[in-house]
Nanobody, 118 residues
Framework: QVQFVESGGGLVQPGGSLRLSCAAS????????MGWYRQAPGKQRELVAF???????NYADSVKGRFTVSRDNARNTVYLQMNSLKPEDTAVYYC????????????WGQGTQVTVSS
């Protein structure tokens, strides 16, 4: 059974940093493109960043230059380093495997809450 477990969120002031982690199980992790998504209250879930099996990365324009996605295949874990955080980054953050058509699995994890506020 595929499972994603996100962690590392919290309350941070504008301009601060957080590092999110997502541990995946039930898949051959190293073969998959892995993505970070977020969902703010009243908004649809959006793709923030992804990293391919070959470690190529891609970012939404809203986070480019501030967020960095990385992966550790030995730990089946994908990370999201978030710097220069803004109030508009406030959301629940999730991870999932994905392809060109979108997320691959319907059983999303519980997510991790990121709140950026002074």
């Amino acid at each position: 059974q595929v499972q994603f477990v996100e962690s590392g969120g919290g309350l941070v002031q504008p301009g601060g940093s957080l590092r999110l982690s997502c541990a995946a199980s039930g898949i051959i992790f190293s073969l998959y493109r892995m993505g970070w998504y977020r969902q703010a209250p009243g908004k649809q879930r959006e793709l923030v960043a992804f990293i391919t099996s070959g470690h190529r990365t891609n970012y939404a324009d809203s986070v480019k230059g501030r967020f960095t996605v990385s992966r550790d295949n030995a730990r089946n874990t994908v990370y999201l380093q978030m710097n220069s955080l803004k109030p508009e980054d406030t959301a629940v953050y999730y991870c999932n495997a994905l392809n060109d058509n979108g997320p691959l699995y319907n059983n999303w994890g519980q997510g991790t809450q990121v709140t950026v506020s002074s």
